[in-house]
């Protein structure tokens, strides 16, 4: 059967393929966007689900909009105004997915940072978008470049990670923040907030959500994946009503609704009485290995510039000018496994040749990280041999 016209540019995600490399014995993972497994809450997980297998009527096929005691909590915490409502989704990758399809046409503008996140870029360019790169500096986005954007092409959405971003992990400051808002505003621009990192600061103080500062005109994606357990699968978009309905009728045609049992799960996790303390310890050992490495980094990698960050999952490395993807490729032989940075961003776009790596340092032992960073030095110092 012929694949259909609009899948025929879609490539594999390479971080799927790099990841799949990286199960080899030996090999360093700095690869994937994985947390650490020793953070999933199996102590409150496990009496739980013990608990949750009493109810038979948990395993019934539910609601497409969700379960209704984890939308009730997602009222609560997530809602700005009463007119703002939420869908349960298969992840927040589903939201991506189902956002692009109810509100894209083949062509249509909308303005992503660059880099930017691989799995919104892989939706996007499914859609046929017409994807305008909005260059990011250390506080955000390029606020000239954005507003002449909005301006002149009159982009649809403006889809923006403002905290701890994938995979810079930048984070938009204060100022940043208040300006894109009004911009949004001004120019009827709708923006996609997608925060799965937001929980996950270990140092600096709270900003508002970008969508906070301009509540009618914007929509969140939020995640459990990176601070509950990504395997369970459970995301919420939220955001004024006259946005979200349309989703619920196309979740309907996806996937009928996300698993019952698991949304039951993630909402008695979130509400045990000890899960603040479990995220606070989380936040605490990403804050170490985020020193690990970066110490580790400054004393091997003199040469090379590490992004300072004050949470999330990742660090972007810029090197000294050099071909990333085949830096990659040799780290790879040698044993560990980065993401050479080109890949996040969009094809067919001009964008200056990138001498950056992404490194995540969630997943990998304290010892790991050192030794990684010990391989990487290593291929360095031969390559400039
Ligand atoms: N958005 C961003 C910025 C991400 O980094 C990820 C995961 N890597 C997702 C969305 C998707 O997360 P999930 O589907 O697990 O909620």
């Known amino acids: 059967m012929k694949i259909a016209r609009s899948l025929q540019s879609l490539k594999p995600s390479y971080i799927r393929e790099i990841l799949a490399a990286a199960k080899a014995p030996h090999m360093i993972s700095l690869a994937g966007g994985l947390p650490a497994e020793d953070t999933f809450p199996?102590?409150?997980?496990?009496?739980?689900?013990?608990?949750?297998?009493?109810?038979?009527?948990?395993?019934?096929?539910?609601?497409?909009?969700?379960?209704?005691?984890?939308?009730?909590?997602?009222?609560?915490?997530?809602?700005?105004?009463?007119?703002?409502?939420?869908?349960?989704?298969?992840?927040?990758?589903?939201?991506?997915?189902?956002?692009?399809?109810?509100?894209?046409?083949?062509?249509?503008?909308?303005?992503?940072?660059?880099?930017?996140?691989?799995?919104a870029l892989q939706v996007f360019e499914l859609a046929q978008a017409r994807i305008l790169p909005v260059a990011q500096t250390s506080t955000g986005p390029d606020l000239t470049q954005l507003e002449a954007y909005f301006a002149k092409h009159s982009p649809k959405l403006f889809y923006a990670v403002p905290d701890f971003h994938n995979p810079t992990g930048v984070c938009w400051s204060h100022a940043t923040r208040e300006h894109v808002a009004t911009l949004c505003q001004r120019y009827g621009v709708v923006l996609l907030e997608d925060a799965p990192y937001r929980e996950l600061r270990f140092s600096g103080e709270s900003l508002p959500m970008v969508s906070e500062l301009c509540p009618e005109q914007a929509v969140v994606l939020r995640s459990f994946s990176k601070y509950v357990s990504p395997g369970m699968r459970v995301g919420v978009i939220t955001g004024p009503e006259r946005f979200i309905c349309p989703l619920i009728t196309l979740k309907q045609a996806a996937d009928l609704h996300s698993s019952v049992p698991m949304q039951a799960l993630l909402l008695e996790t979130l509400m045990y009485s000890d899960f603040p303390q479990h995220l606070q310890a989380i936040r605490t050992l990403y804050q170490v290995r985020y020193q690990v490495l970066t110490g580790a980094l400054a004393e091997q990698l003199p040469q090379c510039a590490a992004t300072p960050i004050d949470g999330g999952m990742f660090v972007w490395l810029t090197l000294p000018r050099c071909d990333v993807e085949q830096l990659a490729a040799h780290l790879l032989q040698q044993g560990v496994a980065v993401v050479p940075g080109s890949v996040f961003y969009p094809a067919d776009v001009d964008a200056p040749p990138c001498c950056a790596v992404r490194l995540n340092f969630t997943h990998a032992e304290p010892d790991t990280l050192v030794e990684g960073v010990s391989r990487m030095a290593d291929v360095f110092a031969h390559i400039q041999e």
């Open 42 to 119: 199996m102590h409150i997980l496990a009496p739980i689900m013990t608990q949750l297998a009493r109810l038979p009527s948990l395993f019934q096929y539910g609601p497409t909009q969700g379960y209704g005691p984890l939308l009730a909590y997602c009222d609560q915490h997530f809602a700005y105004q009463p007119t703002h409502t939420s869908l349960i989704t298969t992840g927040s990758q589903q939201g991506l997915d189902l956002i692009a399809r109810a509100y894209l046409d083949a062509g249509d503008a909308i303005v992503m940072e660059a880099p930017s996140y691989l799995g």
